[in-house]
């Protein structure tokens, strides 16, 4: 059915409205030649009839009118099938044959299904797509997208299939979203309810980056199905070496056990573990048996070089506190004299240093100052008393951050009371009475601190706070340091007092740890998306750079290369899309089971900023497997909420009959609305210029100018 209606501007110009317009048109017409009595009377009413219309169209135009044009289709009724196209679909179970069983009934459905209806079909995994080709290589099951893309689109069909074992590995229950549905979907159980025997890693909780000289727990989630009263051994292995194994007992026909291993870890590195489940002969897979993870080991170990000028129980008592942290490596020296020393020589140590611990000062100008000053490392200065009796300089800034002018006497002192005092991590210490502390030494003298040092504490004399600094810090953009300008330490590591001997290893171990962190944080790091991807997942890989001043660098290049194993040419290089502010992401395609090493290199204007190494995991997807038994009571409550069936019994032709009756009783309706506008079409100029030509000619012929 075809209507057309005339509207003009708003409001809507009614029939008669257009009438008077071509009334008033007509009468222009008339009044504009009725005067002229020499023109013969039939010439004369063409005249007014050509103006009066030219008129007419031409106010019409300009009133803006447009014409609706309505037409009701009816088209056919549709029908959306959804195929479930996860993995779990694919195993043989009880007189279920996967795939060819699945096939089966796909093609009994295709024989009996109505010609008069057109169908759409889905397969459906974690997402959804327009196919009916099977692969049954889906990670998971979202069955309520499937409700809510049946939701999104119920406006294009009236009914719909879903065939599936009814198992559910992701998103929400698909119960709820089913109850906004309008149309009815019909359920068609796939699979078997027969009961098997199986036992599965469900889950694998690690950390995927520690340190080295830590104990990291693996925790281990084994599910089993049908061995109640047996056990089982759980098996921990490192590069396919046995480390570490667990044995435990199934008391129930189905349950969920926990397994926890601890490992340390002394060298950084990638370590590649999986956790095994020897199969057992009555198993029906052993594809779930197995999980493989990587954890990267980061080189925790402290380098420190311990530096003493002279000998003095400090000296001692410092040392043999950070040799106890099994995290330090602690490099011995004491300069007894001209280039002599006991222990080694500091110039001729190769490591790398992480931190100089200074017992006492060298001398100014010499060529041990000179090298500390150039090693450009974090230093921890500790006074001695000979330290106040040095040739110093103004250069003695650079280590101590303080200087020293005018040396008197020395004086016995306290700290000042830590209550309500600065909060810095140096500081962080158990509460304790500081006047009951053993007293310590130091000089009185005219102090002068760097522009960048922060005093802590002050030296408390004679129960009075004295400007004598006993504590600084120096935070600079690269490097820190602390200055202790006092000494007699050992005294409070000797004493009876449990507070003092506490404090004294807590503000050591503070001073250490603070000053041998760089303030810096690593520039650039690279961790996969997810502890393990499967053979059909894409490789998600995400990068945060920073800069050289720690601020987000957003316009950097990273280059990806992707290796398989440790040696050999990159499978592939890929650049990272920038996300936002300092995040990058890349995604790498799919891959075969193993395990990859990443090598990012950031780098911009020619300068790289960073690089950084880690490790991803392929395996095998296993939650597909967990749980294979059909579960009928969810397909079931999925068919009766929305008002169809469940085809237990495969009756496809009772189905169609149905649904066909359901869909032929209201058929779907649809009306298309087109608007035409007058004044967008040339063929007015044309009728307008006709029409005023006509009348020219006219004019022209009763010899009218």
Not at 262 to 270: A, I, R, V
Not at 588 to 599: F, T
């Amino acid at each position: 059915m075809i209507s057309a209606f005339i509207q003009g501007l708003s409001p809507v110009l009614p029939i008669i409205a257009i009438l008077l317009i071509l009334v008033l048109s007509l009468l222009i017409a008339w009044w504009s030649y009725q005067h002229l009595d020499s023109i013969p009377t039939g010439k004369k009413r063409w005249l007014i009839l050509l103006r009066g219309v030219a008129l007419f169209i031409l106010v019409l135009l300009l009133l803006n009118p447009f014409i609706t044009r309505q037409e009701s289709l009816t088209d056919g009724p549709r029908i959306a099938v959804y195929l479930d196209n996860s993995q779990s679909m694919s195993v043989d179970r009880g007189e279920y044959s996967g795939l060819e069983t699945y096939q089966s009934i796909i093609d009994r459905f295709e024989s009996e299904k109505s010609d008069n209806i057109e169908y759409d079909y889905f397969l459906f995994d974690e997402t959804i797509t327009e196919s009916d080709e099977l692969e049954l290589n889906g990670v998971r099951t979202n069955l309520n997208a499937v409700m809510e893309h049946l939701r999104e689109n119920e406006n294009l069909y009236r009914a719909s299939y879903l065939f599936s074992d009814g198992i559910v590995t992701q998103g929400r229950n698909p119960v709820f979203a089913a109850q906004n549905l309008s149309i009815p979907v019909t359920t068609v159980p796939v699979g078997d309810t027969t009961r098997v025997q199986d036992i599965a890693v469900a889950d694998v909780d690690y950390v995927q980056q520690v340190y080295t000289f830590t104990r990291q727990s693996v925790r281990v989630e084994i599910q089993q199905e049908g061995f109640e009263g047996e056990d089982a051994t759980v098996q921990l292995l490192r590069d396919g070496e046995l480390i570490d194994s667990e044995t435990i007992e199934f008391t129930a026909p189905t349950s969920s056990q926990i397994v926890e291993f601890f490992k340390d870890f002394d060298e950084p590195g990638f370590y590649d573990f999986e956790i095994n489940v020897p199969p057992k002969p009555e198993e029906f897979t052993d594809q779930n048996n197995r999980a493989m993870f990587t954890i990267e080991v980061l080189d925790d170990k402290t380098n420190i070089l311990s530096l003493a000028f002279e000998v003095h129980p400090d000296v001692s008592t410092i040392r043999r506190l950070i040799a106890t942290d099994q995290q330090n490596e602690l490099f011995i020296s004491t300069k007894i004299g001209s280039n002599r020393f006991i222990g080694q020589d500091p110039r001729d140590i190769d490591d790398e240093l992480d931190l100089i611990v200074l017992h006492g000062l060298p001398e100014a100008g010499t060529d041990l100052f000179n090298w500390i000053l150039n090693q450009q490392k974090p230093i921890v200065y500790v006074a001695t008393p000979g330290a106040f009796q040095t040739k110093t300089s103004r250069d003695m800034l650079d280590i101590t951050s303080y200087y020293l002018e005018d040396v008197q006497s020395a004086i016995n002192v306290q700290f000042e009371n830590l209550a309500g005092g600065l909060s810095h991590t140096v500081l962080e210490v158990d509460p304790v009475n500081v006047q009951q502390l053993p007293t310590l030494k130091t000089y009185r003298g005219n102090y002068s601190l760097s522009p960048i040092a922060q005093p802590l504490l002050h030296a408390v004399f004679q129960r009075t706070e004295t400007d004598i600094p006993m504590l600084v810090v120096e935070d600079a953009a690269n490097i820190r340091k602390a200055s202790v300008n006092a000494f007699g330490w050992y005294e409070l590591q000797q004493s009876r007092q449990a507070d003092a001997r506490n404090f004294f290893e807590q503000l050591f171990t503070n001073l250490v740890s603070w000053s041998s962190t760089p303030p810096d944080r690593r520039t650039l790091v690279v961790e996969p998306a997810k502890a393990s991807f499967t053979e059909n997942e894409p490789v998600q890989v995400r990068a945060q750079l920073f800069n050289e001043r720690g601020d987000p660098e957003p316009e950097a290049f990273i280059e990806l290369e992707i290796f398989s194993g440790d040696d050999g040419d990159p499978l592939n290089v890929f650049r990272m899309n920038h996300h936002q502010n300092e995040i990058y992401t890349a995604e790498l395609g799919n891959y075969p089971q193993g395990m990859y090493r990443l090598n990012a290199t950031a780098t911009k204007n020619d300068r790289t900023i960073g690089t950084a190494e880690t490790r991803v995991n392929v395996s095998q997807s296993t939650i597909e497997f967990l749980n294979t038994r059909r579960n009928d009571a969810l397909l079931q409550n999925i068919a009766d909420i929305t008002d169809g069936l469940f085809l237990l019994d495969l009756d496809f032709s009772r189905a169609v009959d149905i649904v066909s009756n359901q869909i032929l009783e209201q058929p779907d309706e649809e009306i298309r609305e087109e608007f035409i506008y007058l004044h967008r079409n040339g063929f007015w100029f044309f009728v307008v210029l006709f029409l005023l030509a006509g009348e020219w000619l006219l004019r022209r012929s009763v010899s009218l100018p």
